[in-house]
């Protein structure tokens, strides 16, 4: 057990870039979830896969940002045309089915 | 709509003393509970869950936590606190069947010598 992994650690773009992260949950793990988190706050839930099918979305998730999940194995986080909103840890879980989620470290993203 | 309340933002206790952090839980059904534990910067780390039966549930070092379904509560406590213990928890609350996790805004734990 490898645990989460995600990559990278950090980024720092400018605002307008698009940025993509990655996530490669746990290999028996067949759900994957996406969080975001903000300064002082819980992470707030994104999206949610349950192997390559994308079964729900927050509406937290504008048209900018996009999660795919192609092989139902890793998962990669896209975010178009930056905001100085979207600063913030956006953590990855995975889970075999509904026993409690396994997280990464996340991804830190910086706007300038 | 679910939600989860943890009242404290930040609590200070000496090493040494006992530790209970509050969390309330809004839900129609009886819900899975979480403890999480984040450090600076990493990722969130199971402390114990709830999912049914025994109501008092024991973790991962040294904590438990009571659920309290006439309170809507899910307090986490741990008799002895020690000084690797400062962190962010965090409660948390998910559907049954369990695909997304609500959680709390985090009690920061202090703890000093």
């Known amino acids: 057990d490898t645990g989460v992994s995600q990559d990278p650690r950090h980024k720092i773009t400018k605002r307008g870039q698009n940025v993509t992260f990655r996530c490669d949950p746990i290999?028996?793990?067949?759900?994957l979830y996406w969080y975001r988190q903000t300064l002082g706050q819980g992470p707030e839930f994104l999206t949610y896969f349950q192997n390559e099918a994308q079964l729900e979305k927050s509406r937290l998730l504008s048209d900018r940002f996009s999660a795919e999940r192609p092989k139902g194995s890793f998962s990669t986080l896209e975010i178009q045309r930056t905001e100085q909103g979207d600063s913030a840890m956006y953590l990855c879980?995975?889970?075999?089915?509904?026993?409690?989620?396994?997280f990464g470290d996340g991804t830190r993203l910086s706007i300038l | 709509a679910q939600s989860v309340t943890q009242p404290d933002i930040h609590i200070t206790v000496s090493e040494g003393a006992s530790l209970e952090l509050r969390c309330n839980y809004s839900y129609g059904a009886t819900p899975y509970l979480f403890w999480y534990v984040q450090s600076p910067g990493q990722g969130l780390q199971l402390l114990l869950k709830y999912f049914s039966g025994d109501t008092l549930v024991q973790g991962i070092k040294g904590f438990e936590a009571e659920f309290k379904r006439s309170q809507s509560s899910f307090n986490l406590r741990k008799p002895s606190v020690h000084w690797s213990d400062a962190a962010e928890y965090f409660c948390?609350?998910?559907?049954?069947?369990?695909?997304?996790?609500?959680f709390g805004a985090g009690t920061r734990l202090f703890v000093k010598a």
């Open positions: 948390a609350v998910a559907y049954t069947g369990g695909f997304k996790t609500i």
């Open positions: 290999s028996e793990h067949n759900r």
């Open positions: 879980a995975s889970s075999f089915r509904d026993q409690p989620q396994h």
